[in-house]
């Protein structure tokens, strides 16, 4: 009996039909493409968690603005060793009258997200609010302070992560950010 089902093993042991092998490209179809889409939800959600990180941090500095006093209140934004790092800062007089600085919340994003003006990253952006009104006082996108009383009564900045980006714009009459 039991050689009778050696010889029947090996009798069928022919090799792969085309219809098993149809089946497993299938399947591997299936598993890449599921893949594929894994990877891209991964960098939508980054790109639109980093963008809220940022648009919390200046609704906070805004809110701040009109309600604590402080000599100065920015948002900085500030690219180190590929990872962004944001700031708010409170900047105040002492009874000297020397300024003091003081971040009051920081966050980093890690990964592959850049921010950009004009299609070019931006490795530092600090937003200043007048006190009281919630104006954006002054912009400065690495290092070149930005007129704000210009023509122009917005900047536009995006946020990408892979092949997926955010654009938005800070309004200086407001200092509300739109997505656009």
Avoid at 81 to 101: A, R, V
Avoid at 113 to 126: A, F, P, R
Avoid at 139 to 157: A, H
Wanted: aromatic residues 8%; hydrophobic residues 35%; charged residues 25%.
């Amino acid at each position: 009996m039991m050689q009778q089902d050696k010889l029947r093993i090996k009798d069928n042991d022919k090799g792969v039909t085309l219809v098993e092998l149809l089946v497993v490209i299938a399947i591997m179809g299936i598993l890449v493409g599921v893949g594929l889409v894994a990877f891209g939800l991964l960098d939508t959600g980054r790109c639109k968690e980093s963008y809220n990180d940022f648009e919390s941090y200046v609704s906070k500095l805004r809110s701040k603005t009109m309600s604590v006093v402080a000599e100065e209140w920015n948002v900085s934004l500030t690219k180190k060793d590929g990872e962004y790092n944001l700031e708010l800062i409170q900047k105040q007089k002492d009874s000297e009258g020397n300024i003091t600085t003081q971040v009051v919340e920081s966050t980093t994003f890690s990964g592959k997200i850049k921010v950009t003006y004009d299609d070019v990253e931006v490795t530092q952006l600090i937003i200043t609010f007048k006190p009281s009104t919630g104006e954006v006082k002054s912009l400065s996108i690495d290092g070149v302070l930005q007129s704000v009383e210009t023509q122009s009564k917005s900047k536009m900045f995006s946020v990408i992560s892979g092949n997926h980006d955010i654009g938005f714009k800070i309004y200086y009459n407001t200092g509300k950010l739109q997505i656009e």
